[in-house]
């Protein structure tokens, strides 16, 4: 549960994101009604866009908050009245998360990570490179995991780094923010520990439109997925 002043309300403005025709496009919408489980919202102005909406598609939500945000989860249910250009219903949103700026979805993710340290620092030389798997990832950054061995990064180390997305693969300049060590896995022997895995968070601090927007589509393939699986018959 969220606090009340924290739920969608009517005349809530709110900026809603999902992928058209392979591009991430955002509608700036109102909320109009609130139900039991879903949000009718109409378009601030009448956008073509909309009509291409199909149900259960994933939706990305921004609220306006005062000094912050409020993000989260949905999926489009249905256009409502004659016109498909201006009024729709998304199911009510989940996962909503408070922040002091906007937030970029982010998803759990395993995609293969290659990095190389473009900072000297007291923990890592400028050229090393390293692979990982990432954790999730969002718009933003992401966090992947690193095995035993790899090379040691330090909160505010500068990275470039390179995801594997499907087929595909983008590249960003990154600083590390948050670096973790943890011991995880099954151990070998019941005498043996653990192994301890590296987690680096990353945000990052170059990167293209083109490549936020290849991530943004691969998150909602991703979701799109996951969904369809779930709701597949046995």
């Not at 949103?93 to 340290?117: G, K, S």
């Not at 301890?196 to 979701?223: C, H």
């Amino acid at each position: 549960m969220i606090e009340a002043d924290v739920k969608p309300a009517v005349h809530d403005q709110v900026l809603v994101e999902g992928e058209i025709d392979g591009e991430v496009v955002g509608l700036r919408a109102v909320i109009v009604n609130v139900m039991p489980t879903s949000l009718w919202l109409g378009l601030v102005r009448p956008d073509a866009n909309l009509e291409k909406l199909r149900p259960d598609q994933p939706l990305h939500l921004t609220f306006r908050r005062k000094g912050a945000a409020m993000v989260a989860a949905s999926t489009f249910l249905s256009h409502l009245g004659a016109s498909r250009s201006r009024l729709f219903s998304i199911e009510w949103p989940n996962d909503f998360q408070l922040v002091q700026r906007r937030a970029h979805l982010r998803l759990d993710a395993q995609c293969p990570v290659a990095y190389t340290v473009t900072s000297q620092s007291e923990t890592g030389s400028a050229g090393l490179t390293g692979r990982g798997t990432t954790r999730n990832i969002s718009a933003g950054g992401i966090q992947f995991v690193v095995q035993p061995g790899e090379v040691t990064v330090a909160p505010g180390d500068e990275l470039e780094i390179s995801i594997g997305l499907g087929l595909d693969a983008v590249e960003a300049g990154a600083e590390v923010i948050r670096v973790e060590e943890i011991a995880e896995g099954r151990a070998r022997s019941k005498a043996s520990a653990k192994v301890p895995m590296t987690f680096i968070a990353v945000r990052f601090i170059s990167v293209s439109e083109m490549t936020q927007d290849k991530i943004v589509r691969y998150i909602f393939s991703l979701q799109r997925t996951r969904r369809d699986a779930v709701r597949k018959p046995a």
